[in-house]
């Protein structure tokens, strides 16, 4: 059946999809007619977050449809973590890369404290699939995240924890960059809302000098946080390519630290 939403009819298929690829503001800018759409946001911070060591993890699964469940069950934690934060705004997904930023669409004094938060939140849901995988409990029943495609028949059959011991431990590196952005749907007839601009490319270089498990961040992002969140960063010097060699700042995540079981027999 079709319903009215911001002057269009349309499917609940339509609607869900729509709903699924943009933000709630560009769906109705989109829906009023508007094209070429641009925005251009003062600051905000973005971040790529990196699957390490891809390619071999491809190799060893040797699977097209299990290396497509893989993608799906790290990225659907990625999803959660973001949709839970309340303050990031997912961008893309480029093979291993997820791309997310905050300050977007509506700015925030906080956006690079937001973010950090999140990818602490994404990098520790790795190591919570990874102690998963590790005792052998079943991932997709602890993630309800199973999407319609992992249901064929050929990954039921395979589907187990055996080959996620394979590519396990997961691990990823983040790199983030806070200024200035440019952001929108050009293309007439297959857009899609990206981000253009210094900042992407920053967070990007940032990205590929990382370490695993560690969010390395630029200056500009450095001098956005409180003291306190600063406090947990160490200064390093950074070659970023065209930018030149420059003063960066890395943290290490740690796995959460376990929730304590409270006693119930004299409640």
């Known amino acids: 059946y079709q319903r009215r939403v911001h002057g269009q009819d349309l499917t609940v298929k339509q609607e869900l999809l729509l709903r699924s690829i943009l933000d709630s503001n560009t769906m109705v800018r989109i829906l009023a007619g508007e094209r070429n759409i641009k925005d251009t946001f003062a600051v905000v911070s973005l971040a790529y977050v990196e699957i390490v060591d891809f390619p071999q993890k491809v190799v060893n699964l040797n699977d097209d449809n299990l290396v497509a469940t893989f993608l799906s069950e790290i990225f659907s934690m990625f999803d959660k973590a973001v949709i839970s934060s309340s303050a990031g705004t997912k961008i893309k997904t480029m093979g291993s890369l997820y791309l997310v930023g905050t300050g977007m669409p509506t700015p925030t004094p906080t956006d690079a404290e937001q973010l950090i938060s999140l990818c602490v939140m994404m990098m520790q849901s790795l190591y919570g699939y990874n102690s998963r995988v590790k005792a052998g409990q079943s991932v997709e029943a602890l993630l309800h995240t199973v999407a319609n495609t992992q249901r064929s028949k050929k990954v039921r059959i395979k589907d187990s924890n055996n080959w996620r011991k394979k590519i396990t431990p997961v691990e990823a590196r983040v790199g983030i960059h ?90």
């Open 178 to 267: 806070t200024g200035h952005l440019v952001a929108g749907m050009f293309a007439q007839l297959k857009g899609s809302y990206d981000v253009y601009g210094t900042t992407v490319v920053k967070a990007d270089r940032v990205r590929k000098t990382g370490k695993p498990m560690h969010i390395h961040i630029t200056q500009e992002t450095y001098s956005s946080l409180p003291a306190q969140m600063q406090a947990s960063f160490q200064s390093r010097k950074t070659e970023l390519g065209v930018f030149g060699p420059l003063e960066t700042y890395e943290t290490l995540v740690l796995p959460p630290k376990p929730v304590k079981e409270t006693n119930q027999r004299d409640a």
